[in-house]
C-alpha cells in the first residue's frame, strides 16, 4: 500500500524552528522530485519548496528564502524541510508531495504534483 506521511508539525514561538519529515511506504521517494506546500485557513494551498531526484536543484517560495532548507536522506527514503526563523505568517497545514513526471526537477505549483501526504499542522505563536 502505498502512503506518504508527514510529521514534525507543532506549535512553536516565533523565531522558532521545526523540521518536517516526509516519509514514503510502499514506494521509493528516491527517484522523483519532492514538494512541500502549505495552506493556511481561508488560504489557497501554496508552494514552499522543492527538491529534484538528485537533490541536486531546489527551489524556494520568496518567502521562505534564506529561513527553509530542504534535504533528502536516501538512505532512509525521507524527505525533509527544516525550517528557521518561524514567523506566524508561516503558521499553516504543510504537506509533501511526489512529481510522478519523469525527469521532473520539481516546481512550486501543485497542480503539478500527484501524490499528497494529509498534512502536518505547523503553528507558530507567542
Known amino acids: 500500500q502505498l502512503q506518504l506521511v508527514e510529521s514534525g508539525g507543532g506549535l512553536v514561538q516565533p523565531g522558532g524552528s521545526l523540521r518536517l519529515s516526509c516519509a514514503a511506504s510502499?514506494?521509493?521517494?528516491?527517484?522523483?522530485?519532492i514538494g512541500w506546500f502549505r495552506q493556511a485557513p481561508g488560504k489557497e494551498r501554496e508552494g514552499v519548496s522543492c527538491?529534484?531526484?538528485?537533490?541536486?536543484?531546489?527551489n524556494y517560495a520568496d518567502s521562505v528564502k534564506g529561513r527553509f532548507t530542504i534535504s533528502r536522506d536516501y538512505a532512509k527514503n525521507m524527505v525533509y524541510l527544516q525550517m528557521n526563523s518561524l514567523q506566524p505568517e508561516d503558521t499553516a497545514v504543510y504537506f509533501c508531495a511526489v512529481d510522478w513526471r519523469e525527469k521532473s526537477l520539481g516546481t512550486l505549483t501543485p497542480g503539478s504534483y500527484n501524490y499528497w501526504g494529509q498534512g502536518t499542522q505547523v503553528t507558530v505563536s507567542s
Open positions: 510502499g514506494f521509493s521517494l528516491n527517484y522523483y522530485a
Open positions: 527538491i529534484s531526484p538528485s537533490g541536486g536543484v531546489t
